[in-house]
């Protein structure tokens, strides 16, 4: 009634004393996922740009660029372009880019990224300063 497997499975520890797919380190997955978390907060922090421009915003931008790019072997991230929007976006935006840098600074501090880690702290900073003491209370 089946057709009996031909192959042996490369997801079984006994299809082979070593293994024919790529594993990564956990250093190298740490890496991944930060690159991911500061790519995304880049992202928040373009689009406050293009709502709210301001010389701070300008210099974060500038700052997580060059980090995803060192934590992506040279590979520049891509940035979002300038759209426009509602004020009242600000402030989800803002959260939304305190929550993208706290886990940003779980992951530096999991891999040791002093340079990471001290970004992202100064990045939850400013925002948590852009909303004020009563917006970052959970809802």
């Given at each position: 009634?089946?057709?009996?497997?031909?192959?042996?499975?490369?997801?079984?520890?006994?299809?082979?004393?070593?293994?024919?797919?790529?594993?990564?380190?956990r250093e190298e997955e740490l890496d991944i996922q930060l690159a991911g978390h500061l790519a995304a907060l880049l992202?928040?922090?373009?689009?406050?740009?293009?709502?709210?421009?301001?010389?701070?915003?300008?210099?974060?931008?500038?700052?997580l660029a060059e980090q995803v790019t060192r934590l992506r072997g040279g590979r520049t991230p891509a940035r979002a372009?300038?759209?426009?929007?509602?004020?009242?976006?600000?402030?989800?935006?803002?959260?939304?880019?305190?929550?993208?840098?706290?886990?940003?600074?779980?992951?530096?501090?999991?891999?040791?990224?002093?340079?990471?880690?001290?970004?992202?702290?100064?990045?939850?900073?400013?925002?948590?300063?852009?909303?004020?003491?009563?917006?970052?209370?959970?809802?």
């Open positions: 009634m089946y057709e009996p497997i031909r192959t042996k499975s490369v997801h079984s520890p006994m299809a082979g004393t070593t293994s024919d797919f790529p594993h990564r380190s992202a928040v922090t373009d689009e406050l740009r293009a709502l709210a421009p301001s010389a701070e915003l300008e210099a974060a931008a500038e700052r372009v300038a759209s426009g929007g509602r004020k009242t976006q600000l402030t989800a935006l803002h959260q939304r880019a305190h929550t993208l840098a706290g886990r940003a600074l779980v992951v530096a501090a999991s891999r040791a990224d002093t340079a990471a880690a001290i970004l992202a702290a100064e990045q939850m900073d400013a925002h948590a300063a852009a909303l004020g003491p009563r917006e970052l209370a959970p809802h």
